[in-house]
């Protein structure tokens, strides 16, 4: 079985960094993108970053855009979201998506374009 596993998250004050990681504890499988989504209380679940494995494009919604960055290191099986310039509003639970090689294309902002997922870090942050 597939099994995501984030990590990296905990409490920071505003204007502060983190880094978070997802990584496969269980079976490999062929990767075709993986992705972040965050979810705050009483919201939903919302696209915040992804990186398609073929030729490492990435997309990342706007509120996030110029202090997110998101990164793959392919010998430790792992992706990384490096968070910086934290606002309060960044505050929620932070999922790790995958989506399998055998499904190609899809359109990587959607909550379906994903096969597996992460039980959430969370992330918090003070004023």
């Known amino acids: 079985q597939v099994q995501l596993v984030e990590s990296g998250g905990g409490f920071v004050q505003a204007g502060g960094s983190l880094r978070l990681s997802c990584a496969n504890s269980?079976?490999?499988?062929?990767?075709?993108?993986m992705g972040w989504f965050r979810q705050a209380p009483g919201k939903e679940r919302e696209f915040v970053a992804a990186?398609?494995?073929?030729?490492?494009?990435?997309w990342y919604t706007d509120s996030v855009k110029g202090r997110f960055t998101m990164s793959r290191n392919n010998v430790m099986n792992t992706v990384y979201l490096q968070m910086n310039s934290l606002k309060p509003e960044d505050t929620a639970i932070y999922y790790c998506?995958?989506?399998?090689?055998?499904?190609?294309?899809?359109?990587?902002?959607?909550?379906?374009?994903?096969?597996?997922w992460g039980q959430g870090t969370q992330v918090t942050v003070s004023s």
């Open positions: 998506a995958a989506r399998t090689g055998s499904r190609g294309a899809g359109i990587l902002t959607m909550r379906a374009a994903y096969d597996y």
């Open positions: 269980g079976r490999t499988f062929s990767t075709n993108a």
């Open positions: 990186i398609r494995w073929a030729n490492s494009a990435t």
